[in-house]
């Protein structure tokens, strides 16, 4: 079962950052996130929303696949599978396009615009669906960031340890700069 995260930043470029260090820890198979969103909202206060995955091109890809094998199909009843290709290409591009842009994956839409919309001006949040995780790894790697905790399905030790990890200074933050001895 996934676990959905919801951080809130301060800085508007934090939740990217953050984000981008997830992603090279899904790398080092220490987390593995089901699916991610970052929402950014400007000194205008306009919200930005960054999608992980994008549906339509997803959609298109598959879709142009699979008709211009099936028009190829059709066109060899027909004598020619190369103009069967072709068409059931685009045929299966555009419908796999219009089906992506209309599928819901991962985190609900309705949910991430109503959070977005409470973010402070100049500010970010980072939507997060975890699948599986290396809890002692990735929490040492994010000591000290000083996110806000917006929404989580953890349960509440471990949204308090999540919490602590967040709040707690890292050990080379906090140790005093060396004299070079």
Same mark, same amino acid.
């Given at each position: 079962?996934? *676990?959905?995260?919801?951080?809130? !930043?301060?800085?508007?470029? %934090? =939740?990217?950052?953050?984000?981008?260090?997830?992603? %090279? /820890? %899904?790398?080092?198979? /220490?987390?593995?996130? *089901?699916?991610?969103v970052v929402a950014i909202r400007d000194a205008s206060g306009k919200v930005r929303l960054k999608q992980s995955v +994008?549906? #339509? #091109?997803? $959609?298109? =890809?598959? $879709?142009g696949l699979s008709g211009a094998i099936w028009g190829s199909l059709v066109g060899l009843l027909f004598? +020619?599978?190369?103009?069967?290709?072709?068409? $059931? &290409? #685009? !045929? &299966?591009?555009g419908s796999? =396009? /219009? #089906? $992506?842009?209309?599928?819901?994956? &991962?985190?609900?839409?309705?949910? @991430?615009?109503?959070? =977005?919309?409470? @973010?402070?001006? +100049?500010?970010?949040?980072?939507f997060l669906l975890i699948r599986k995780v290396q809890p002692e790894k990735v929490l040492q790697e994010f000591q000290g960031e000083h996110a806000r905790i917006l929404r989580t399905s953890l349960s509440p030790e471990q949204e308090e340890r999540l919490r602590n990890a967040l709040a707690a200074e890292s050990s080379a933050a906090a140790r005093p700069p060396s004299d070079g001895i």
């Open positions: 079962m996934s *676990e959905l995260v919801v951080l809130g !930043f301060d800085n508007p470029d %934090q =939740a990217d950052v953050v984000l981008n260090r997830l992603i %090279q /820890l %899904q790398k080092e198979y /220490l987390v593995d996130l *089901e699916d991610s +994008n549906l #339509a #091109a997803a $959609g298109a =890809a598959s $879709g004598l +020619n599978p190369l103009a069967g290709m072709v068409l $059931g &290409g #685009a !045929f &299966g591009a796999g =396009a /219009l #089906a $992506g842009s209309m599928t819901d994956y &991962g985190i609900d839409d309705d949910l @991430i615009k109503r959070l =977005a919309d409470t @973010i402070p001006v +100049n500010s970010s949040a980072l």
